[in-house]
């Protein structure tokens, strides 16, 4: 079995910055693309910032220059590094995890972290 754990998640001011976490365990043969998605109330479900195995990199424009998506290949996790934070931001944000078991592809969802900001 699979688990997604996330971190980092809670309370920030505007323009203050938050570190969010994620990391994948199981028996997992490969992880390929690894990716933040955010979901505010009454909104659908988006994508954020997406890492591929090769460090190559997707951002949603509202957070380009602002959001920085890393990945340790090692510990199979992924950090969202969030700076001069909006209110816009706020939302649940959700892991998602893409990777190979055995000889089929699968996704993994973290149970997703709430930021919130607001001063």
């Known amino acids: 079995q699979v688990q997604v754990a996330e971190s980092g998640g809670g309370l920030v001011e505007p323009g203050g910055s938050l570190r969010l976490s994620c990391a994948a365990s199981?028996?997992?043969?490969?992880?390929?693309?690894m990716g933040w998605y955010r979901q505010a109330p009454g909104k659908e479900r988006e994508l954020v910032a997406s890492?591929?195995?090769?460090?190559?990199?997707n951002y949603a424009d509202s957070v380009k220059g602002r959001f920085t998506i890393t990945r340790d290949n090692a510990k199979n996790t992924t950090y969202l590094q969030m700076n001069s934070l909006k209110s816009e931001d706020t939302a649940v944000y959700y892991c998602?995890?893409?990777?190979?078991?055995?000889?089929?592809?699968?996704?993994?969802w973290g149970q997703g972290t709430q930021v919130t900001v607001s001063s």
């Open positions: 998602n995890v893409d990777v190979r078991i055995w000889f089929r592809r699968y996704g993994f």
């Open positions: 199981g028996n997992i043969n490969s992880v390929y693309v």
């Open positions: 890492i591929t195995s090769a460090g190559s990199t």
